[in-house]
Structure formats: structure tokens, C-alpha cells
T-cell receptor, first 116, second 113 residues
Framework: EPEVTQTPSHQVTQMGQEVILRCVPI?????FYWYRQILGQKVEFLVS????????KSEIFDDQFSVERPDGSNFTLKIRSTKLEDSAMYFC??????????????FGPGTRLTVL | DQQVKQNSPSLSVQEGRISILNCDYT??????FLWYKKYPAEGPTFLIS?????DKNEDGRFTVFLNKSAKHLSLHIVPSQPGDSAVYFC????????????FGTGTSLTVIP
């Protein structure tokens, strides 16, 4: 069964450093998402991406964040200058459709980011 | 912004009995609701969904009920099995901006053998 994969599973970084979280969505999916879950809190939407551009983003997704689909398979989340409060599980998701149709999102296993 | 709420952080149920997980929402514009199950060290896994034009959707042991007037949905699992032990998240989305899911905080279900 196709699945969303994410690397690395755990990333430790120093405050102020840049990190890139990688995701390989399900191959025939067109919509891609990043969510995060701070320990003990709810899963929060960060950004959605379609047709090589951001289609929706939350207030969490400020200028330190960026997303990219550098090739036909990868979808990345870059955090330019990490802060302590960026420590969280980051989930990538993909869906076959979005917007005008109901489509469940398939989630990857997550990357645990620890900022020291 | 707590648009989707799950007020019970945990629930314990005996194997074979019914598990009922509850979710409330505040935005009356939500028109699509989903339940996800999450095991430790894994991402959320889609379980079942319901659109706002329905009040019930059933899939095997899982049934989701939607009460739009009360802005409430629930997930029933019957009979509960030990493998159902996980964290359950409800999520909601808007048809016109269907990309973003709004998640609740989750309910940790423990099914006791």
C-alpha cells in the first residue's frame, strides 16, 4: 500500500540553525501539507501546497518557514533560523485532491525536531 | 483558536464493549469531518469520515455520528479490541478551503483485555 515517508525520523539542532525536513508524498497525489504537533498539544496545520505553490498557510507559517517541491517526488519544509519553540513533531501529508472535493489526507510517520 | 475540541483526554474501555469518543466544534461552516487514529511514533491514520449532509456513516466496527445542531460528532467503536488502543483525533474542514484540517487535541483510548 502506498505511503507517505519522512526523513529524518529525529532531527536535533542548535537554536538559530537551519533545518530541512523531507517528505516523499504518495506518488499520484497532487496536494501536499505540513502539520506540526507540539508535545501534548493538538496537530496544527502549517501549509498546503498545490501546483508548485502555496495554496493555504496558517499564522504559524511565518517568514522563517518555506516549502519546496524540488523534484517530482520530494516535498520539503525548511525552517531558516530555528527557535526553541519550533521543537515538535512535524507531519507531512498528501491527498489526491483538495479544495473542491472531499479527500482524506494521508500522513507520514513524522519527524521529531528538537531545538537545543 | 480551539475550533475543534475533544474534552476527554483519555478513555478506558473493556474489550468487547463500546467505545464512544466525542468531539465538539464551534465553526458552523465546517462541512467535512474525519477521525484519525494515531499510534505512538506513527503519523495519524485515516479512519472514517462524514460530510455534513449525513448524520451517520458506518464502516465495520466504526460508526461516526454527526449532530449539526449541537455541533457535535462522535465515534463509536463496537466491539472494542485491544488493538484499538491509540490516540484518536477528530478533524474538520471547510468545503471551500478544503485543504486545511482543524484537529482536536485527541483522546487516548485504552481497551483493556
Amino acid at each position: 500500500e502506498p505511503e507517505v515517508t519522512q526523513t529524518p525520523s529525529h532531527q536535533v539542532t542548535q537554536m538559530g540553525q537551519e533545518v530541512i525536513l523531507r517528505c516523499v508524498p504518495i506518488s499520484n497525489h497532487l496536494y501536499f501539507y505540513w502539520y506540526r504537533q507540539i508535545l501534548g498539544q493538538k496537530v496544527e496545520f502549517l501549509v498546503s501546497f498545490y501546483n508548485n505553490e502555496i495554496s493555504e498557510k496558517s499564522e504559524i507559517f511565518d517568514d522563517q518557514f518555506s516549502v519546496e517541491r524540488p523534484d517530482g517526488s520530494n516535498f520539503t519544509l525548511k525552517i531558516r533560523s530555528t527557535k526553541l519553540e519550533d521543537s515538535a513533531m512535524y507531519f507531512c501529508a498528501s491527498s489526491a485532491g483538495g479544495g473542491s472535493s472531499y479527500n482524506e489526507q494521508f500522513f507520514g510517520p513524522g519527524t521529531r525536531l528538537t531545538v537545543l | 483558536d480551539q475550533q475543534v475540541k475533544q474534552n476527554s483526554p483519555s478513555l478506558s474501555v473493556q474489550e468487547g464493549r463500546i467505545s464512544i469518543l466525542n468531539c465538539d466544534y464551534t465553526n458552523s461552516m465546517f462541512d467535512y469531518f474525519l477521525w484519525y487514529k494515531k499510534y505512538p511514533a506513527e503519523g495519524p491514520t485515516f479512519l472514517i469520515s462524514i460530510s455534513s449532509i449525513k448524520d451517520k456513516n458506518e464502516d465495520g466496527r466504526f460508526t461516526v455520528f454527526l449532530n449539526k445542531s449541537a455541533k457535535h460528532l462522535s465515534l463509536h467503536i463496537v466491539p472494542s479490541q485491544p488493538g484499538d488502543s491509540a490516540v484518536y483525533f477528530c478533524a474538520a474542514s471547510l468545503f471551500n478551503t478544503g485543504n486545511q484540517f482543524y484537529f482536536g487535541t485527541g483522546t487516548s483510548l485504552t481497551v483493556i483485555p
